[in-house]
C-alpha cells in the first residue's frame, strides 16, 4: 500500500474551520488511558511498585495489591505472595499460566470495621511470561472478596483471604510496562507485520534486546500465526546480547536462523526484522553473526530498513473525501485538494453511497456502491497512478452494502488487490478487475457483521460482529479469517464500529451504560483504553474511519490524529469535541446541488 509521505505545514494545522487536526488533540482519560510506551520514566528511573507496608488505607492498599503481579513474570507469585498473611501464602500456588489482567469496575467497597472488601472485575486477559496479552475467551464481570486486616505482632495490613489466582488490574498493566511491538515477516515475505508485547519497565535498556531476541525465536503470538513467518525451526537467541558499544550492537544467533544456509535475501530480512522489533533502541551499526560464519555489519545511516514496514508509508496528512450529492468530494486543506478524484472518470462520478480509494506504489483503486436500499451494488476499477480507468460492475453480490475497504493493494500488480465490504451482514472479498465476489469464511460466525476495518500491514483486521468486538487475520487470497478472538472494552455495552488507528491501536464507537454513543482508543489487545469523546448523543454511529498513525513519527501514543465518523447520515471529524464537516469545508464548488445536500460517507486515501 503506498501512502505519500506528506508534511504537515504549521500554517495548515492552524487554519480556522476545523480544517486541520493537530497531533495534540486532546483525549480524555478513563481507565488505564495513555502511555508513551518508553523505556524508562522522564526522571530516568522505571515506575516505582509499593510493598505491603507503604499504605494503611485499605483502598490504596487493595490497588497495591493488584499491581504487585506486575513487573518480572518469574517472581511475579512471590511479590503477590508478600502482601498475604504467612498462612494464605503458603499455600498460594505459583504463577504457572501467566496472570489475569482486570478492569475494576468501581471503588472497592468497604465497610468501616469489617476486614471483607469486596470489588467487581471485568475480565481482559492473560498476560503471559512472553509479554503477549491473550484475551479472555468468555470475558465476564466477577464478583471478588478480600480479607484485609492486621496479624497480631506483625506491622501493616495483610491479605488473610483471596481467591487462588495471580491477578493484576490494567492501570498496573499501563504503569508497570513498556508497550514494545516485535514483527514478523509475512508469508509472502512482503512485509512485516506488528506483534505486541508488554516488557517489564525494570528490564533496563541494555538487557532489552536480550528480551527481544527470545521473544522473536520463540515465534508469534497465536492469532497471529496463520499470518506471518516465525523465525526457523530452532532458532536460539543468545543468553546475553552484550551492551552496545562504540555505537554498535552485536548480535549471534544460532546457524539455523537464515534458511537456507546463506542466504543472502533471508539474512537481509532477518536483520530488518530486528532492526524494527528493537525500536526505539536506535544504533549506527548492527552488527549480525549467524552460526560460525563471519559477522555482516549494517551501517543503516538512512534507516532504509524503515521501508520493510507498510504503515512507515503512510502520510502525516492524509487526503480526505466525503460523499456529497451522490459524488466523491475532496475536503478542504487536505493535500492535493485541488486535483481530480482519483481513477473515477467524472461522467463515473456519480450516483455514488459509499467508496474507497486505496493506493499502492504503481496504482489507484477505487470501490464505489451505487444504488439503494436492497439494490445497491460495487463498482471497481484500478488504474496507474494520476491515470483513470472505466468502473466494472462486481459479479454475484448486490444487496444492501456497507462502506468497502482495500485491504491489500500490491505495487506493479493490480490484479492482486484485495477488498473487503459488508452485504447483508456477511462479509466479501472483492477483486479490482469486477470478478464475482466471494464470501469470506469465517466459522462460528457469532452474529451480523456491522464494521470491519484492516490494519496498514493488510493482515491484521477488526471487525464488529453481533455488536461485539473482534480482532482476525485475513488469508492473502481474502477468502477466509483466522485466528479471530474477541475484544471486550469494559465500559461498553455494544460495539458499532471500529478502524485501525495505528499499528497496536483501534478506535471504537460504541454504546455506554448509560445509552450515549462515546468514541475509544482501545489496544489491539482489549486490555487498554482511552476515551476521545465520551459523549456523542444517542444517534448510532454507523461507521468509523481512521487514518493510521505512522509508527516513527507520531507523538500520539493511543492512535491517529485523523478520525471521523458518520451518524444521522452526518459526517463529523473526532476532534477535542465532535466537529460537523459541512459543505464550507469542501474543495471546489457546490453550485447547483440541492440546499440539502450535506457531506456524508467520510474516507481517506488508503
Known amino acids: ?54 499504605t494503611q488505607d485499605r483502598t490504596t492498599f487493595v490497588r497495591n495489591f493488584l499491581a504487585a503481579a506486575a513487573g518480572n513474570p518469574e517472581t511475579a507469585a512471590a511479590r503477590v505472595k508478600a502482601f498475604l498473611a504467612p498462612k494464605l501464602a503458603a499455600r498460594f500456588p505459583g504463577g504457572g499460566t501467566g496472570v489475569q489482567v482486570v478492569h475494576l469496575l468501581e471503588d472497592p467497597e468497604i465497610n468501616p470495621g469489617k476486614p471483607e472488601i469486596k470489588l467487581r472485575y471485568r475480565q481482559l486477559g492473560t498476560l503471559t511470561a512472553d509479554g503477549i496479552l491473550e484475551p479472555a475467551s468468555a470475558p465476564a464481570t466477577i464478583p471478588y472478596t478480600l480479607e484485609v486486616d492486621y496479624l497480631q505482632g506483625e506491622n501493616g495490613l495483610f491479605v488473610k483471604k483471596a481467591p487462588p489466582i495471580l491477578l493484576m488490574s490494567d492501570t498496573a498493566l499501563d504503569d508497570f510496562y513498556q508497550k514494545r511491538t516485535i514483527y514478523f515477516w509475512n508469508r509472502d515475505n512482503t512485509s512485516l507485520v506488528p506483534d505486541q508485547r508488554y516488557m517489564p519497565s525494570s528490564v533496563i535498556p541494555v538487557q532489552q534486546p536480550t528480551t527481544i531476541l527470545n521473544w522473536l525465536a520463540k515465534g508469534p503470538a497465536k492469532w497471529l500465526e496463520p499470518a506471518v513467518n516465525p523465525l526457523p525451526a530452532n532458532t536460539s537467541a543468545p543468553d546475553n546480547v552484550p551492551a552496545i558499544s562504540n555505537n554498535t550492537l552485536r548480535i549471534t544467533l544460532s546457524p539455523q536462523a537464515v534458511q537456507p544456509q546463506g542466504d543472502a535475501a533471508g539474512l537481509d530480512r532477518l536483520r530488518r526484522q530486528l532492526q524494527w522489533s528493537l525500536r526505539p533502541l536506535e544504533v549506527g551499526t548492527l552488527e549480525l553473526k549467524i552460526g560460525r560464519q563471519d559477522p555482516v555489519r549494517y551501517q543503516d545511516t538512512a534507516r532504509e530498513y524503515l521501508q520493510s514496514n507498510l504503515a512507515y508509508q503512510l502520510a502525516d496528512q492524509p487526503e480526505r473525501f466525503v460523499i456529497f450529492n451522490g459524488s466523491v468530494r475532496r475536503l478542504r486543506y487536505s493535500p492535493h485538494e485541488e486535483d481530480p478524484v482519483p481513477v473515477l472518470t467524472p461522467a463515473a462520478n456519480k450516483g455514488i453511497a459509499a467508496a474507497a480509494i486505496g493506493s499502492s506504489r504503481t496504482h489507484d483503486f477505487a470501490a464505489v456502491v451505487t444504488g439503494t436500499g436492497h439494490n445497491q451494488v460495487l463498482r471497481v476499477a484500478a488504474a496507474r497512478i494520476r491515470e483513470e480507468a472505466d468502473l466494472k460492475t462486481v459479479r454475484e453480490l448486490s444487496g444492501t452494502l456497507g462502506r468497502p475497504i482495500w485491504a491489500l493493494t500490491r505495487d506493479r500488480d493490480p490484479a492482486g488487490a484485495v477488498g473487503l465490504v459488508i452485504r447483508d451482514s456477511r462479509l466479501y472479498s472483492f477483486a479490482a478487475d469486477g470478478s464475482s465476489a466471494r464470501a469470506v469464511e469465517w466459522p462460528d460466525q457469532p452474529g451480523p457483521v456491522t464494521s470491519v476495518s484492516v490494519a496498514p500491514d493488510g493482515y491484521r483486521v477488526a471487525l464488529v460482529s453481533g455488536g461485539r468486538l473482534y480482532r482476525a487475520v485475513l488469508a492473502s487470497d481474502g477468502l477466509a479469517l483466522n485466528g479471530a478472538e474477541l475484544l471486550s472494552p469494559p465500559t461498553l455495552t455494544r460495539v458499532t464500529a471500529v478502524a485501525w488507528s495505528s499499528e497496536t491501536y483501534l478506535t471504537v464507537a460504541g454504546v455506554r451504560g448509560n445509552g450515549k454513543f462515546t468514541v475509544l482508543d482501545v489496544s489491539a489487545d482489549g486490555a487498554l483504553f482511552a476515551v476521545r469523546l465520551s459523549d456523542i448523543g444517542t444517534e448510532p454511529v454507523t461507521d468509523l474511519v481512521a487514518y493510521p498513525a505512522n509508527p516513527v513519527r507520531t507523538t500520539r501514543p493511543t492512535g491517529s490524529a485523523w478520525v471521523a465518523y458518520t451518524a444521522g447520515g452526518f459526517a463529523w471529524d473526532v476532534l477535542a469535541r465532535r466537529d460537523w464537516i459541512t459543505t464550507s469545508r469542501l474543495a471546489g464548488s457546490t453550485a447547483g446541488a440541492p440546499a440539502a445536500a450535506v457531506p456524508a460517507a467520510p474516507f481517506f486515501l488508503d
Open 1 to 54: 500500500m503506498r501512502r505519500l509521505i506528506v508534511a504537515v505545514t504549521a500554517s495548515a494545522m492552524l487554519l480556522a474551520g476545523g480544517c486541520g487536526i493537530p497531533d495534540d488533540t486532546d483525549v480524555t482519560v478513563d481507565g488505564p488511558g495513555q502511555s508513551s510506551g518508553t523505556s524508562i520514566n522522564d526522571n530516568g528511573a522505571p515506575p516505582v511498585q509499593n510493598t505491603r507496608d507503604a
